[in-house]
């Protein structure tokens, strides 16, 4: 996530601010992204950084339908990271 968070103080800052927050869900932790604004997909990611779904977002705001289940399944919430500019 590190990677990740580099590359958006990169950037001019998103509006809304981008966050990560960490989830347990499935048994494992994983790391949600949100999406800087309007009709763009949120990002699941694994431990390692590898992309498992967009959860919500989207035309629909239903994402890629990959993990239908992660609203309701999700536990453990905790803000890992908000744009702080």
Same mark, same amino acid.
């Given at each position: 996530? &590190? &990677?990740?968070? =580099?590359?958006?103080?990169?950037?001019?800052?998103?509006?809304?601010?981008?966050?990560? $927050?960490? !989830?347990? !869900? =499935? *048994? =494992? @932790?994983? !790391? !949600?992204? @949100?999406?800087?604004?309007?009709?763009?997909?949120?990002?699941?990611? #694994?431990?390692? %950084?590898? $992309?498992?779904?967009?959860?919500? %977002? *989207?035309? @629909? *705001?239903?994402? #890629? *339908?990959?993990? /239908? #289940?992660?609203?309701?399944? /999700? @536990?453990?919430?905790?803000? $890992?990271?908000?744009?702080?500019?």
């Amino acid at each position: 996530m &590190d &990677d990740k968070i =580099q590359a958006h103080l990169a950037k001019e800052k998103e509006n809304p601010p981008i966050r990560i $927050v960490s !989830y347990q !869900y =499935q *048994g =494992q @932790t994983v !790391y !949600y992204e @949100t999406a800087p604004c309007c009709d763009q997909f949120t990002t699941l990611y #694994d431990e390692k %950084g590898n $992309v498992l779904c967009a959860p919500d %977002g *989207g035309i @629909t *705001g239903r994402g #890629d *339908g990959k993990c /239908r #289940d992660f609203e309701k399944n /999700r @536990t453990a919430e905790k803000l $890992v990271w908000q744009d702080p500019r």
